[in-house]
């Protein structure tokens, strides 16, 4: 089944201690991005990645890193979390970035609900 | 600077009426994705229609069409005979180079 999975589902942290979200995706796309929905305010896109080795800033990428070492997975690391990145987060990927259609139809992961104390 | 702009929070309609939700957007590239995402409180993002900038048509999926009026810059989502299973969030969203941005969504409710 085509799909986008993401690890952990729910996730209670504290302040500064690091985390990685995991993403991965079996759609052999190339196109793999981050969101954060915070409600009123819609869903904010982090980072995205092109292709493998190619990442670039969205519109919120303050605190997050991000790396794409293989196709399929796209980690998102917080480094220090502040309660400020509570929230709820989306990985999504797109069979290409390269075409306005292909960059926008994209397949959404089932959300990791993240609360920093 | 790039915006997109879904003006009315909520929506209220009964079963089998249509429905129509507002998305405006800004951009000075002439080329552009225009989108609807439909977020049911599950919360999982379900893809539903695409328009591209240079479509001379108007685009349609089943229930949805798409009301694109370019020089007004806006995209409203037209839902016809509304059902009880499209109560919802939905996102108006555009591309533009290699970057999707969402509007903030309406909510929509569905009454039988």
């Known amino acids: 089944e085509a799909q986008v999975t993401q690890n952990p589902r729910y996730l209670i942290t504290v302040t500064g201690k690091k985390l990685t979200v995991t993403c991965s995706q079996n759609?052999?796309?190339?196109?793999m991005s981050w969101y954060r929905q915070d409600p009123g305010l819609g869903l904010r896109q982090i980072y995205y990645?092109?292709?493998?080795?190619?990442?670039d800033k969205g519109d919120v990428p303050e605190g997050y890193k991000v790396s794409r070492k293989e196709k399929r997975n796209f980690p998102l690391i917080l480094e220090s979390p502040s309660p400020n990145q509570t929230s709820l987060y989306f990985c999504?990927?797109?069979?290409?970035?390269?075409?306005?259609?292909?960059?926008?139809?994209?397949?959404f992961g089932p959300g990791t609900r993240l609360l920093v104390l | 600077a790039q915006k997109i702009t879904q003006t009315q929070p909520g929506m209220f309609v009964q079963e089998k009426e249509a429905v129509t939700l507002d998305c405006t957007y800004d951009?000075?590239?002439?080329?552009?994705?225009l989108f609807w995402y439909k977020q049911p409180s599950s919360g999982e993002m379900i893809f539903l229609i695409y328009?591209?900038?240079?479509?001379?048509q108007n685009a349609t999926e089943g229930r949805y069409s798409l009301n694109f009026q370019k020089a007004r810059k806006s995209a409203n989502l037209v839902i016809s005979a509304s059902q009880l299973g499209d109560s919802a969030m939905y996102f108006c969203?555009?591309?533009?180079?290699?970057?999707?941005?969402f509007g903030k969504g309406t909510t929509l409710s569905v009454s039988s």
């Open positions: 999504a990927s797109s069979l290409s970035g390269r075409t306005a259609l292909k960059l926008g139809t994209q397949y």
């Open positions: 969203a555009m591309s533009f180079g290699t970057a999707l941005i």
């Open positions: 951009t000075s590239d002439p080329s552009y994705g």
């Open positions: 990645s092109m292709n493998v080795e190619v990442t």
């Open positions: 328009q591209g900038s240079y479509d001379q």
């Open positions: 759609m052999n796309h190339e196109y």
